[in-house]
């Protein structure tokens, strides 16, 4: 193992290599001549009271005593990815898949990719270098030897690697991850990547190349908005995710889409807990899966393994470096 220094220190990432043009002459979609593209469906794999809003009102030491509600959300997901024929990428957390070993099998016998959500939902801004090592170590580990195959895929909770925190992608590569999909390039409190490119790219930083599968925005008025997932796909119009994807589509590359099981569980319990954090949880569920059959009956999915975006650009490296904010 390479020797990564302890501490919070900035990352030696120095240059970038866009995924170049995935046009597939599908026919998904508005019966329009524009470039069809298979995008990322993606799934975060956690229970309802793991999520970064309700830190402050549900302990880890309390996690064990609640009503486990993630198999119903999951298998909500997987009838409505199989209605639509579309393959997704899961980003399990450990400490489920450690209580749910058969869940995580199902959704890989359903031919969709298993990928590390890390053990415990703890922020990588949270966490030493020598913690986070282990969280993405183990929770490796016990995916793989519960799916046997490997799991090179990585997203932080609450999207948190931020400026500062860079050293996470070493440490990723050192442990044996291929691709990321932890920098959001929006601006907003508590997370986000500011001035990070919006499509798939490679990371070259000292520990070797490191795959960037962003969440996808839509950039307007020179801001990116965050368009394709959780609370925002919730709350703001259909139509910024629609058309954030349909954007990517036209750059010929994959947008990538997020969704968690709680987002479709209507029953789940509600927590009592404060008036933003409720917003954000609970509103809007009631339509989210509606949208998603929109969603999905619009464009084409499949995994980012699937979708080819990894192996493009890890096989890409001497392509110019292009990366930005664009
Ligand atoms: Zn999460």
Not at 126 to 134: A, G, K, L, V, Y
Request: proline share 6%.
């Amino acid at each position: 193992m390479r020797n990564v220094p302890s501490g919070r220190r900035t990352g030696s990432l120095d240059s970038g290599v866009a995924l170049s043009a995935v046009a597939d002459p599908g026919t998904r979609g508005d019966a329009s001549s524009e470039p069809q593209v298979e995008h990322h469906f993606t799934v975060d794999v956690e229970e309802y009271f793991q999520v970064s809003a309700f830190e402050p009102y549900v302990s880890r030491a309390d996690w064990g005593e609640l009503q486990s509600r993630v198999a119903i959300g999951v298998h909500l997901l997987l009838a409505l990815l199989q209605r639509h024929r579309a393959r997704a990428t899961f980003f399990v957390l450990g400490w489920v898949a450690e209580r749910h070993p058969e869940l995580i099998k199902a959704i890989a016998d359903a031919g969709h990719e298993i990928a590390s959500h890390g053990w415990d939902h703890c922020r990588v801004t949270d966490q030493t270098p020598d913690q986070f090592r282990s969280s993405v170590r183990k929770t490796k580990r016990v995916l793989e030897d519960l799916v046997g195959a490997p799991v090179i895929g990585f997203r932080a909770p609450s999207f948190s690697i931020v400026r500062g925190y860079e050293w996470a992608f070493d440490l990723l590569i050192e442990e044996g991850y291929c691709y990321d999909s932890s920098l959001f390039p929006i601006r907003r409190p508590g997370y986000g990547y500011p001035g990070g490119a919006r499509d798939p790219y490679a990371l070259c930083t000292r520990s070797g190349t490191l795959v960037e599968v962003p969440p996808a925005t839509l950039r307007r008025w020179g801001v990116n908005l965050p368009a394709a997932g959780g609370a925002y796909f919730r709350l703001l119009p259909y139509v910024l995710a629609r058309t954030a994807l349909r954007d990517s589509a036209r750059r010929g590359v994959p947008g990538t889409f997020y969704v968690h099981p709680w987002e479709v569980d209507l029953d789940q319990p509600r927590l009592p807990v404060s008036w933003s954090a409720r917003v954000r949880h609970y509103g809007g569920l009631r339509g989210t899966m509606a949208r998603l059959e929109r969603l999905l009956a619009e464009f084409r999915f499949n995994s980012v393994c699937g979708a080819g975006a990894v192996a493009r650009l890890l096989s890409q490296r001497h392509v110019a470096p292009q990366q930005g904010d664009r």
